[in-house]
Structure formats: C-alpha cells, structure tokens
C-alpha cells in the first residue's frame, strides 16, 4: 500500500513481518493512502488524518491489541462488518473520541474499555461491559417469523420510531412484536429458542439484547359436518336423530336434529314423527 509522504514527496509503503516472517500486524497513523489495492487483505488498524490532529481509524482483519490503548480526543475508529477487535489490556476512549463498530463487525472486551467519547456498537459486543462516563450506545437485532409460515404475518414495531435503525433497535428500547392469525389458524404462543416467551399476541419488552422470536400457529380444527341416523330416539320434550360422526363435538341438542312431539290435537297422544306416547 502507498502510505504518504514519502521520500522526495512521493508514497511510501509499509509492510509488517512477524517472528519467521510470518505476516505481522500493526497500528499506523499516516496524513494519506493513495493506494488501497488489496486493502481486504490487510491486517491492522490504520488511522488516516490530513488535519494531522484529526485521524479517522479503520480494523483490518481480526485484531488484538495487547497493549494499552488510547483513542485520542476527536479521532474516530470503526470496526466495520467482516473485522474484529480484541482489547485485551485497557482500551481508553477520550472525551469527543468515537468508537464504532459496525453492523457485521466484532468488539471482544476481554480487558476495561473506559469510554469518556461516544461509542456505537451495531455490530457484537462480547466479554466485559463498557465502563465510564461518555455516551455509549449499544444496538440489537430483534428478529421474528411465524411457524408455520402460512400460519399468520408477525411484525416488529418500536415504541419510539427513532430508536430503530434498519431492523437494529437502541438498547432499552420498548418494542411490541406482534402476532396475527391467518384464517384457519389460531395463535398459540411466541417462543424464543423453543422456550415460551408470551402467550400474548402482542408482547412488549425491553430490548437488552439480540432476540429471535417465533410466533407459533396452531391449525384450526375443520369445522364438523353432522351425519345423521335413520331412526328416532325421544324423551318428553321432544325427538332427534343423533348426530353418528365419531366425536361429534356439539352439546346434546346441538348434535342432534331436535325437533318438538306433533300431535293432531289435544286428545291424541302419540306423536306423528317418532310414536313417543305421552
């Protein structure tokens, strides 16, 4: 890579090597790059600032920093999606100082982070929280799906637009995720790795971390269809045919086609349908 000034005003280059040759890495500060062909391949942290007081970081690769560290007032450093950055002694982020770490991108605090800036994290935060009095902000995922998929629509809504930001959500946000039923379907529960979560259909709660939820739908039982026999059976109040489909869900009237005794007048009495005599 060209690394500027070099000699005579011309780029520079750098490389790092490690014990045996093998591939070093390495933290440069530098006023330019004019050339970043295979910068995919690099492996370190590179800061870039033509004002000279104001440098503006990159992590490339999977790095570690084993030595203390400070992120100086007003410079800016970003572990973009693909890289990681361990800290594993103290890592100081100065008043007006900005840590990022992007959406796909890794911070490993195995040591102190002290952050007195701001810090972003839209990527993964592992090992130890960040510690001090600056402006930390940390966003989650909070994904949701319907199983079985043709069982309702699931949805994910803030309760504060502001505090989302391409599916990600500000740590302590309230969000709802909601549930609704296709026809056919009744909604059961919401579930998060095969654990309940909530048997309500819409379910509120602060996000604090990643959550990946599934609304499960249970299929409606097909609505029964009453078969009826050929003979009558009666009591006092009245004559039915019984409903003779296996488990016929209905209450006893419901299941059976009832109907009042007919009787040609007053003095007679046998019923005309079913021969009940009263």
């Known amino acids: 890579a060209g690394i500027g000034n070099g000699t005579d005003g011309k780029s520079g280059t750098f490389s790092t090597t490690g014990p045996n040759g093998t591939l070093g890495k390495a933290v440069i500060y530098t006023n330019s790059i004019s050339d970043t062909t295979g910068s995919e391949a690099w492996s370190g942290i590179v800061f870039v600032g033509e004002n000279r007081n104001i440098y503006t970081g990159t992590v490339y690769g999977d790095i570690t920093l084993n030595k203390n560290f400070t992120l100086e007032s007003k410079d800016t450093l970003t572990v973009p999606a693909g890289s990681s950055l361990t800290v594993a002694k103290t890592f100081t982020v100065e008043n007006n100082a900005n840590l990022i770490v992007e959406d796909g991108g890794k911070l490993d605090n195995q040591g102190t982070i002290t952050n007195s800036g701001t810090a972003t994290i839209k990527g993964?935060?592992?090992?130890?929280?960040?510690?001090?009095?600056?402006?930390?902000?940390?966003?989650?995922?909070?994904?949701?799906?319907?199983?079985?998929?043709?069982?309702?629509?699931?949805?994910?809504?803030?309760?504060?637009?502001?505090?989302?930001?391409n599916g990600q959500y500000k740590s302590?946000?309230?969000v709802t995720v909601t549930a609704i039923p296709n026809k056919g379907y009744t909604f059961v529960a919401w579930q998060e790795s095969q654990n309940p979560a909530s048997t309500e259909n819409s379910y509120t709660f602060a996000v604090t971390g990643n959550r990946v939820l599934t609304a499960v739908f249970e299929a409606d039982a097909p609505p029964h269809t009453h078969t009826y026999g050929e003979g009558w059976k009666c009591d006092e109040t009245g004559h039915w045919k019984e409903c003779t489909a296996p488990n016929c869900p209905a209450s006893d009237k419901g299941k059976k086609n009832f109907e009042d005794h007919t009787y040609d007048n007053a003095a007679d009495t046998t019923c005309d349908v079913c021969g009940h005599t009263r």
């Open 172 to 174: 302590g946000t309230n």
């Open 124 to 165: 993964t935060l592992t090992g130890n929280d960040i510690e001090g009095q600056g402006t930390t902000t940390v966003w989650y995922t909070v994904t949701v799906a319907a199983d079985p998929a043709a069982g309702g629509t699931v949805a994910v809504t803030p309760e504060n637009a502001a505090d989302e930001e």
